[in-house]
């Protein structure tokens, strides 16, 4: 079954630290979204991906780096943490954006 | 902008009452709309999606959304809901470059 997969689920880091959040997927999707959802906010895109070496800005981008080394995995990366980067975040794919996004299950991210 | 606005955070209905969540768009063409539904503690799915045709679109589990433009609205409804529909719900526009979601509201089904 196709499928999303992210890692860690749950993560604790110290303010400073480096962060390394993994999104598989089994979709053969070219597109690939990292958002992350805050009370009050819904959900914010940070970075976005058309296909394998490919990241683009979305509308909160500041203190978040993206990767995509290939059509399957996309990483988000906190070269710095910081307590405000404290939330869940979610990574999907898909094909386009009229069609259907498919999310993984999420990563609560603290920083101490 | 192009943005979607849901005016209500939260919203409680008995058990086999009848529901509608609100959803207003803000775009000047006509949109892409979707319906995602959150269950607790897991990701996100697609309950509905508009683009043009019959204004009333069907979703899973019994929901539809009505869209107007003359409203700019996406509403969101079903007949008689059940308590495992007690979920966040979230509005979301599709523009050319990516998927924009809503606030959400939460919705709690009381006995």
């Known amino acids: 079954e196709a499928a999303v997969t992210q890692s860690p689920r749950n993560k604790v880091a110290v303010t400073g630290g480096k962060v390394t959040l993994s999104c598989n997927q089994t979709?053969?999707?070219?597109?690939m979204y990292w958002y992350r959802q805050d009370t009050g906010h819904g959900l914010r895109l940070i970075h976005y991906?058309?296909?394998?070496?490919?990241?683009e800005k979305g509308d909160i981008p500041d203190g978040y780096k993206a990767s995509r080394p290939s059509q399957e995995n996309f990483s988000l990366i906190l070269e710095l943490a910081t307590p405000s980067q404290t939330s869940v975040y979610f990574c999907?794919?898909?094909?386009?954006?009229?069609?259907?996004?498919?999310f993984g299950a999420g990563t609560r991210l603290s920083v101490l | 902008a192009q943005s979607v606005t849901q005016p209500d955070a939260r919203v409680t209905v008995s058990e086999g009452a009848s529901l509608q969540l609100r959803c207003k768009y803000s775009?000047?063409?006509?949109?892409?709309l979707f319906w995602y539904v959150q269950y607790p503690r897991q990701g996100l799915q697609l309950l509905l999606k508009?683009?043009?045709?019959?204004?009333v679109v069907q979703g899973v589990n019994g929901f539809e959304a009505e869209f107007s433009k003359s409203n700019s609205s996406f509403h969101l409804r079903k007949a008689s809901v059940h308590w495992s529909d007690s979920a966040v719900y979230f509005c979301v526009f599709g523009s050319g470059t990516y998927q924009r979601f809503g606030t959400g509201t939460k919705l709690q089904v009381v006995p």
């Open positions: 775009y000047s063409g006509t949109p892409y």
């Open positions: 979709n053969n999707h070219n597109n």
């Open positions: 999907a794919s898909g094909e386009g954006t009229i069609n259907t996004l498919y």
């Open positions: 991906s058309y296909g394998a070496g490919s990241t």
């Open positions: 508009y683009y043009s045709g019959d204004p």
